[in-house]
């Protein structure tokens, strides 16, 4: 309860939620108990705040009122262990701040009393579905039809999806590999299977070897519209963590260039690579500044998954929807706009370019698209089959991300 509530705390002053568990070291066996608590809590943050002010009648300190907000959240998943929840959690407060024992036990015995009554009260958008308000109305405005739909599958937990490589076997011959094991799982997409469950890496059969990858269904639609054929020069603009990138070169025999700022995030290409067995040239480098590593070479092909809101995996990641603010979403839009710009340069004539982002935005999607074509006569915007808008909303089976095919002439 402690670290979790610590967790917490951390992404309510910035941090995100990666970095705060990161820096905790709980106990070996409790690792999956506390980010279990963590991501709970921060997924049902709207409603657990809401129900927090009812309760409190004056505030208490950031590490006090995020301990007591996981510990509400327990208590709401856990309604059998009510009792045992209070006494663990007052435990915590008291080795956090012993004064506020007796605030604390009364809080969450209140809550165990006046449940209903208190949830009820807790009637604001805010708390009903847990996002912040701007975030509610943006997804109302672009999607009058399924909006519910779209912040509902936002607090799903996130599903288990693996990629067959297709150059080691089929995704038939994989499911009867995990039938072997007792592992449940069904086809999705062309390679993806669905796991009935997450399961630990380590547990897949063949994962070491390179047989399989972890891979959002959604995600895993980039690699076959970039439709690659053998030879090609390609271009992955913002690679890390390598999982597009592996795909790629899973489905073709091709000279890729991987490219990521971040040099932190550029041994992740690597690894994933070496596990399959697969060969690029991976590069640290700013996309838009081209001049500081391009040798001149024109790209056949250029995959451009953006930096963007992440709007569309806030279920894998729950801290994305307390951590963005409004504004984020122009300073996404003004940076994707130049990277578009910068990477056209590179896209031979006759070459596609598939931009890409995890967000469920316009602005940053159809808006950002629209806005590029009518800068760039040259460009053309192609049909996406099954994908008409380019947009794939969330669901229980897969995130939501954007796409759109562009063609040089």
């Known amino acids: 309860m402690s670290a979790a509530g610590e967790a917490v705390a951390l992404v309510r002053a910035g941090r995100s939620l990666s970095e705060a568990l990161a820096g905790l070291a709980p106990a070996t066996g409790q690792r999956a108990a506390v980010q279990d608590l963590a991501y709970g809590a921060l997924r049902n943050l709207g409603l657990l705040d809401a129900l927090l002010a009812e309760l409190l009648h004056k505030p208490v300190k950031p590490a006090l009122h995020a301990l007591l907000l996981c510990a509400l959240y327990q208590l709401r998943a856990r309604p059998h262990a009510g009792h045992t929840t209070v006494d663990q959690s007052v435990r915590a407060v008291s080795r956090l701040e012993p004064a506020a024992?007796?605030?604390?036990?009364?809080?969450?015995?209140?809550?165990?009393r006046d449940t209903d009554a208190l949830v009820a009260r807790c009637n604001s958008e805010a708390a009903q579905y847990s996002y912040p308000q701007w975030w509610i109305a943006r997804v109302r405005a672009a999607w009058p039809q399924q909006w519910e739909s779209v912040l509902n599958a936002g607090n799903l937990h996130p599903p288990m999806t693996l990629r067959v490589n297709r150059r080691r076997l089929t995704p038939e011959q994989y499911l009867a590999r995990l039938a072997e094991r007792g592992i449940s799982g069904e086809r999705v997409g062309e390679q993806a299977i669905l796991l009935e469950r997450p399961l630990p890496i380590e547990t897949l059969p063949g994962f070491s070897a390179g047989e399989v990858s972890v891979q959002d269904a959604g995600a895993q639609l980039a690699a076959p519209?970039?439709?690659?054929?053998q030879g090609m020069r390609v271009l992955d603009a913002c690679a890390a963590p390598g999982g597009k990138t592996g795909h790629i070169l899973e489905l073709a025999d091709c000279n890729l260039t991987a490219l990521?700022?971040?040099p932190a995030r550029l041994p992740r290409?690597?690894?994933?690579?070496?596990r399959l067995g697969l060969g690029a040239r991976v590069l640290c480098a700013d996309c838009s500044s081209v001049a500081l590593?391009?040798?001149g070479t024109l790209y056949e092909r250029i995959l451009v998954d953006a930096p963007c809101t992440a709007s569309g995996v806030v279920?894998?990641?729950p801290d994305i929807k307390w951590l963005r603010r409004e504004s984020d979403i122009d300073r996404m839009a003004a940076t994707q706009a130049g990277m578009l710009d910068a990477l056209w340069q590179l896209l031979a004539p006759g070459g596609k370019?598939?931009?890409a982002t995890c967000s469920v935005f316009p602005q940053e999607n159809a808006q950002a698209i629209a806005s590029f074509l009518a800068?760039?006569?040259a460009a053309s915007r192609l049909p996406l089959a099954g994908l008409d808008s380019g947009q794939l909303l969330p669901d229980a089976r897969h995130d939501g991300f954007f796409y759109a095919l562009l063609e040089k002439h």
């Not at 024992?101 to 165990?112: D, E, Q, T």
């Not at 519209?225 to 054929?229: C, G, S």
């Not at 290409?269 to 070496?274: H, M, P």
């Open 293 to 295: 590593w391009s040798d």
């Open 101 to 112: 024992k007796g605030l604390a036990n009364a809080v969450l015995r209140n809550y165990l």
């Open 375 to 377: 800068r760039n006569s």
């Open 353 to 355: 370019l598939l931009y």
């Open 269 to 274: 290409i690597n690894d994933n690579l070496k």
């Open 315 to 317: 279920k894998r990641h």
């Open 260 to 262: 990521d700022s971040d």
């Open 225 to 229: 519209l970039l439709d690659v054929q």
